[in-house]
């Protein structure tokens, strides 16, 4: 088995690792508690960095996802937040694959060139959590097109994007076979919904500087033509949205890792007490040891669930698995990064307090680690469904 990776992918790091040494921990620290990171997100949509999948036809760099992974990964490794931007990769995949030839044409060179964002995937709602064929939004067929009612919750950078993937129950569930049928996937022009009054965006406070909101949709009209793919196939069409989600924030997670690793690493050599560095004491080395274990076999996985989504292979199980063990490679790492500082971590000129907070999420989103150890039991393993 060969383990070598593209010689493309260590140009890609080197090109991310420049752009980021233009946003050092200060400026990361200046957008605390709640500011968006606008000139970070348009050097990367500058340099291409946001069109990593977009084919080059539509004007992006038609790269893979393994590439695409390695750019937030590289991201978050240089002390930033690639959380900002990583949406946009995703959500856009859906268009990509199930999108008419009208829609890819109409969006994709726009948001290649940065004209236009596509952040906010609505998705979750407060009543219904992670169970997504439960979702109470509904898009009532009308006259030329939709009419969609409902709330959507946790739908991060909503404020800072023109388009929204929105799913919405376009058949009662009551009226389906399956759960699953019966949702449909739509392309939101949130600009003009903001126009007409008929959305509402509310900022919601969260530990980390994530700009995370919830949306209110009070007839929201759509054209028929917002429709993305098949009508009530919205659940299947997301699926590899999903997938890709995984991996991505798997990388960001391996990236996250890698940082407190190197961090800790670097200041238990230096910090010396009782004449001697704290490094030199296994209890200060050998957690730090284990999370780069941990942070290497996580991206194992990572690159693994990432090579299956590029041959078009079902890739569920590795890309759900590579965001568990990364999230909880990077979160073990984070706790030994602390603890490697003492109270220097909770200080704000370390970064090491904000990584902390930033990496802490991806445990319990965008879907929280007990779903996913559920996923394997049943889906994986055949074991007992659980209710």
């Not at 991201?75 to 199930?98: D, E």
């Not at 759960?179 to 900022?203: C, H, N, Q, W, Y």
């Not at 069409?237 to 997938?243: F, K, Q, R, V």
């Amino acid at each position: 088995m060969d383990f070598s990776l593209p010689p493309e992918l260590a140009e890609i790091r080197v090109a991310v690792r420049e752009l980021c040494a233009g946003f050092p921990g200060e400026y990361w620290r200046g957008l605390e508690p709640d500011r968006y990171p606008e000139e970070f997100v348009a050097a990367l949509t500058e340099q291409g960095w946001l069109a990593a999948l977009i084919p080059e036809e539509y004007g992006g760099a038609g790269l893979s996802l393994t590439a695409a992974s390695v750019i937030l990964e590289e991201i978050n490794a240089s002390g930033c937040n690639s959380g900002a931007c990583h949406a946009q990769m995703y959500v856009m995949g859906t268009i990509l694959r199930h999108g008419s030839d009208a829609q890819k044409e109409e969006y994709l060179p726009r948001i290649a060139s940065g004209e236009l964002r596509l952040q906010a995937f609505g998705v979750t709602e407060p009543t219904v959590g992670s169970d997504t064929t439960s979702i109470q939004t509904a898009a009532e067929r009308v006259e030329g097109g939709y009419v969609v009612r409902g709330q959507k919750i946790w739908t991060s950078r909503a404020l800072y994007s023109d388009l929204m993937l929105l799913l919405a129950r376009t058949t009662p569930a009551d009226q389906v076979e399956k759960r699953t049928e019966g949702l449909s996937t739509f392309v939101v022009d949130m600009r003009k919904a903001l126009e007409a009054g008929t959305m509402t965006i509310r900022p919601i406070r969260t530990l980390m500087n994530h700009a995370t909101t919830e949306i209110f949709l009070d007839g929201v009209e759509l054209p028929a033509d917002a429709l993305v793919g098949e009508e009530g196939k919205g659940f299947r069409h997301i699926l590899d949205g999903m997938n890709a989600e995984r991996v991505l924030i798997a990388a960001e997670c391996i990236g996250d890792g890698r940082w407190f690793v190197d961090t800790a690493s670097r200041y238990a050599s230096e910090r010396v007490v009782f004449g001697r560095p704290i490094g030199q004491n296994q209890g200060v080395q050998f957690p730090i040891a284990r999370a780069w274990a941990g942070v290497e076999a996580a991206d194992l996985m990572r690159y693994k669930a990432a090579w299956l989504f590029d041959q078009g292979l079902p890739c569920g199980p590795e890309a759900n698995t590579a965001k568990l063990l990364a999230s909880e490679a990077s979160w073990a790492a984070a706790n030994a990064c602390l603890d490697t500082h003492g109270g220097f971590g909770f200080a704000e000129e370390y970064d090491v307090e904000r990584k902390f907070r930033e990496t802490r999420l991806y445990t319990v989103a965008p879907v929280s680690n007990n779903l996913v150890l559920a996923f394997i039991g049943q889906n994986v393993l055949e074991m007992p469904r659980s209710y």
